[in-house]
């Protein structure tokens, strides 16, 4: 993709999101990330991120505040950063999401990396895109199950997780 407009990335199974781009001396294309307030190399993969996440905040209602990018932890002594998590007003994880460029198949290799993550993390949802694939399940850590949505939930669907008082 260019400054100008053209585009050699792939059309995306994701409503297309306007994107802020600049283009630098040397030719590359940086777009904008409005969650860490930066240029970044347009990739495949950050474009996935790019468009995944206004999906997430204008169609399914994640509020930016509580959504975090490239956000780091500590896997058995090694450094490693989660794609984007989705966060509780308390600051807790509710959702890992994990990002391919368009031509990586989604495969178990993919959902073992958001597994360990978890690890850490303990977010009841998991969410794996390469921007032409979208799977999300709900994890639960008691009794090492989980349940595939048909689709990738709205907020409001999943916010109160593990917080509904008993009436």
Not at 17 to 36: I, Y
Not at 45 to 55: D, G, L
Not at 120 to 137: D, I, K, M, Y
Request: charged share 20%; aromatic share 12%; proline share 6%.
């Amino acid at each position: 993709m260019d400054i100008n407009g053209s585009c050699s990335l792939p059309i995306l199974n994701l409503p297309y999101a306007q994107m802020k781009l600049q283009q630098t001396d040397d030719g590359a294309v940086k777009v904008f990330d409005a969650m860490r307030q930066k240029y970044l190399i347009l990739t495949p993969e950050e474009y996935v991120r790019q468009q995944f996440t206004a999906w997430m905040r204008e169609c399914l209602g994640y509020p930016q505040s509580l959504m975090g990018n490239e956000v780091s932890i500590n896997l058995n002594g090694t450094r490693k950063r989660c794609d984007t998590v989705v966060f509780r007003p308390d600051g807790s994880p509710l959702m890992i999401v994990e990002y391919k460029a368009p031509e990586i198949k989604i495969s178990q290799a993919v959902f073992d990396q958001i597994a360990r993550y978890s690890i850490v993390l303990r977010a009841p949802f998991l969410t794996v895109s390469n921007g032409l694939s979208h799977f999300c399940c709900e994890f639960d850590y008691s009794s090492s199950s989980y349940r595939f949505f048909k689709t990738i939930p709205h907020y409001t669907q999943i916010k109160d997780y593990g917080n509904i008082q008993p009436v």
